[in-house]
């Protein structure tokens, strides 16, 4: 799938969408995740929200991601135990 940043702001954070419309990207009408790195105690805190539209014969698939949640905050936590042992 092929995705453009769309926003990059010290402030508001990050935007990138998916450009793409063929293989797995026929499944969404748009897709976008926005990051943020706001301060924690612990040092930095990177907020990450994904924000999907189906296209309506695909709505049947919801329930499967909203299930996928799990395997992509695990895939983020991975990334930030790899990042932070780099």
């Known amino acids: 799938m092929s995705y453009r940043v769309t926003e990059a ?4 954070g ?9 293989g797995n ?9 926005r990051f943020r790195v706001e ?3 612990e040092g930095a805190c990177v907020i990450c929200v994904a ?5 309506f014969p695909y709505l049947i698939l919801a329930p ?6 799990k395997a992509i ?3 983020l936590e991975h990334l930030k135990r790899t990042l932070e042992n780099d």
Request: hydrophobic share 40%.
């Open 64 to 69: 499967i991601f909203y299930a996928m949640k």
């Open 25 to 33: 990207a026929r499944f969404f009408q748009s897709a976008e995740w």
């Open 51 to 55: 924000n999907f539209k189906l296209r």
């Open 14 to 22: 990050s935007t990138v969408q998916l450009t793409s419309t063929s």
């Open 39 to 41: 301060h924690a105690p």
């Open 9 to 12: 702001d010290p402030v508001r």
């Open 73 to 75: 905050r695990s895939d």
